[in-house]
């Protein structure tokens, strides 16, 4: 019997979260997104979306997990001071980046975060274990259970990083808050979700938007497109939604590309996908 292998999607919003009657049917929450390998918890990011997350495991240890960081830009780590089961002594994580190795590691980064000034409680005031490692983008590693992990650098102000997950020989590509250079699809990303059957991928911007902006570090559906195509990957699952766009209008995008790629869609606040 195969193992379960499920993505949860918790917060899909970039730069900032955007609450509100216009935002409710896709979440304003920002990047946070729950893997299930069988029984194994797996977190890529720590954006806003983890307290809800950290909500429903209250109470629920010992647990032990990891997570993955992206980037330490704030959309994607205010989440952390929020995630509950980091109050229980009985749990333990470990906290992985691949953006840092070489300019002091993520550890400095979230104690700012975490300082006096900016949040009452420090980083080695949680309850919980949380170790932080760090690893150079480009990096394999092995995680409990089985679990194998490819990852690869991403085209990202401040550098980010970019995941592969494989379990029971499933594979699902995280691959946020990177730009493009338009005509020049990236080898990196390329590798990195050739054949994986679903690639979740910045789609912030509009070719439009993306012609105005090609230094920001994000990039457009279409690209998504070029890319799985090239690679043959499976499903294109659009993410960060800028948090200008209502709901109406990540409707509007999603239908274009899946008009361009079918099967193609945006990824939503609790929407769930199963390997």
């Not at 919003?13 to 304003?28: D, L, M, Q, V």
């Not at 299930?36 to 950290?54: N, P, Q, S, Y």
């Not at 997950?165 to 590509?173: A, I, L």
Request: aromatic share 8%; proline share 6%.
């Amino acid at each position: 019997m195969t193992e379960p292998f499920e993505v949860r999607f918790r917060g899909v919003r970039g730069s900032i979260a955007c609450p509100g009657p216009a935002t409710a049917g896709y979440g304003g929450n920002t990047a946070c997104v729950e893997l299930r390998c069988a029984d194994r918890l797996i977190v890529i990011d720590a954006g806003t979306g983890l307290r809800e997350l950290g909500a429903e495991l209250a109470g629920q240890g010992p647990l032990e997990a990891d997570i993955l960081l992206s980037h330490t830009h704030l959309d994607h780590i205010i989440g952390l001071p929020f995630f509950t089961p980091l109050f229980d002594a009985r749990n333990s994580f470990a906290l992985r980046a691949g953006h840092l190795a070489d300019r002091g590691g993520v550890r400095p980064v979230l104690e700012r975060m975490l300082s006096p000034e900016l949040f009452p409680v420090p980083l080695d005031g949680f309850a919980a274990e949380l170790r932080c490692m760090d690893f150079h983008a480009g990096e394999v590693f092995a995680l409990e259970g089985g679990v194998h992990v490819r990852t690869a650098p991403l085209d990202h102000p401040g550098g980010a990083t970019g995941y592969r997950v494989e379990y029971g020989g499933r594979s699902v590509c995280y691959v946020s808050d990177t730009g493009h250079k338009a005509g020049e699809p990236n080898r990196d990303i390329l590798g990195l979700i050739e054949g994986a059957d679903v690639v979740i991928y910045d789609a912030a911007f509009t070719e439009e938007e993306f012609a105005r902006h090609p230094h920001w570090g994000h990039s457009t559906w279409n690209e998504g497109v070029r890319l799985c195509d090239a690679a043959g990957a499976g499903r294109l699952v659009l993410f960060h939604h800028d948090p200008r766009r209502d709901d109406e209008a990540v409707d509007r995008l999603a239908a274009e590309a899946a008009e361009c790629r079918p099967g193609t869609q945006a990824a939503r606040e609790g929407m769930v996908l199963s390997l």
